[in-house]
């Protein structure tokens, strides 16, 4: 499958995104830093990163580790800077002591980047309109560090109204929306009001956990202690996913391919997804996800059906 567009921007991507949540602080340097280049030497070309607040108590800074880190196995990497599509988050927790500006600012300086090529706006707090928030975004582009802004678990409503907004600031509106998007949590994207806000914005979707955390691959069937969802098994989402993965695992049997494949692929199928943004921690289970592309050209019209069923709500 070739790269798709950003939206209405100019910007192309591969179709599978690797994402950085939970991953690079639980590995070594060399682990973070095998783990990027096996992504881009198979084809990755659009990286998400973000401003994690430390869980493991053992950064050396409360917040935005991850992105240190991030930048650190990317230059170790060898990544060429204007080979890929690097987003990064907007989180507004400081705003209005600090705006939108200087929070990009701080990211850049802890990932060592000049600048990002995708800046996601998270939701505005209770206290910020849409418009602030637009109006905050407009200032970020004309500083000219960012290529493109987007936003990340907007309702529909808010996206519609960036949308009218924006060119009123002098911006285009986003040309990106992520949203959680798998086969057990369909209905942030799945919903008629989201998908004309889409469509209004002319923005690509970014599907994000579309393993819902692991749990499709179908792993937890066969150890349940190892990966990041152990010990959340009988959470009833978690369960959910659980019985997803099993009858995702007979289809997969079938057509011979993985799990994780199969379950990546449905989300592809969106006619908005540009690229779906994936978690991995080993360079095989970054194999096993790219199978996705693949899998979604040997579906036919019958197993595409079977496919939305699983995991599907009664
Ligand atoms: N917009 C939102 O609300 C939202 C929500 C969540 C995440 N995100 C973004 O989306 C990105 C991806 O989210 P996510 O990490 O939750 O995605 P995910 O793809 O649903 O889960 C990724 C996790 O599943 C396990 N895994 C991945 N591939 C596997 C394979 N082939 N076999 C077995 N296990 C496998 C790995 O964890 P273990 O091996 O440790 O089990 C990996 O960290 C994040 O980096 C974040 O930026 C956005």
Redesign the pocket.
């Known amino acids: 499958m070739g790269p798709a567009r950003l939206g209405h921007s100019e910007i192309a991507v591969s179709r599978l995104a690797l994402?950085?949540?939970?991953?690079l602080e639980h590995l070594s340097r060399e682990e973070g830093t095998a783990l990027l280049a096996h992504a881009v030497a198979c084809g990755v070309t659009f990286f998400?990163d973000?401003r994690y607040d430390d869980k493991s108590g053992d950064a050396p800074i409360p917040t935005g580790w991850s992105e240190v880190l991030f930048g650190e196995c990317f230059r170790a990497a060898g990544i060429p800077r204007d080979g890929v599509v690097v987003s990064n988050k907007l989180w507004w927790e400081f705003w209005p002591r600090q705006r939108a500006v200087e929070e990009l600012e701080s990211s850049l300086e802890r990932m060592g980047f000049a600048g990002l090529d995708l800046l996601y706006a998270t939701p505005p707090p209770e206290e910020m309109s849409v418009a602030e928030a637009v109006e905050e975004m407009a200032a970020v582009m004309a500083g000219g560090k960012v290529r493109t802004w987007g936003v990340?678990?907007w309702s529909a409503v808010a996206i519609s109204e960036a949308t009218t907004i924006a060119p009123s600031l002098g911006i285009e509106p986003p040309s990106v929306v992520?949203?959680?998007y798998?086969l057990v949590y369909r209905r942030a994207v799945e919903d008629t009001a989201m998908e004309v806000a889409l469509e209004q914005a002319g923005a690509a979707l970014v599907p994000?956990?579309?393993?819902?955390?692991?749990t499709l691959?179908g792993?937890y069937a066969v150890d349940p202690r190892d990966?990041?969802?152990a010990g959340k098994l009988e959470r009833p989402a978690v369960r959910a996913a659980q019985a997803a993965a099993a009858d995702l695992r007979s289809l997969a049997d079938r057509l011979g391919c993985s799990n994780?494949g199969l379950a990546l692929a449905f989300t592809l199928l969106h006619p908005r997804t540009a690229s779906t943004?994936?978690?991995?921690?080993t360079p095989s289970?970054i194999d096993?996800?790219l199978e996705a592309s693949a899998v979604l050209e040997r579906l036919g019209a019958d197993e595409i059906a079977e496919l939305r069923t699983i995991g599907s709500a009664p």
Not at 277 to 281: E, K, M, P, Q, S
């Open positions: 994402g950085s949540w939970r991953t998400d973000a990340l678990n992520q949203l959680p798998n994000a956990a579309p393993l819902a955390g692991g691959t792993k990966g990041r969802m994780a943004l994936f978690g991995a921690r289970q096993t996800n």
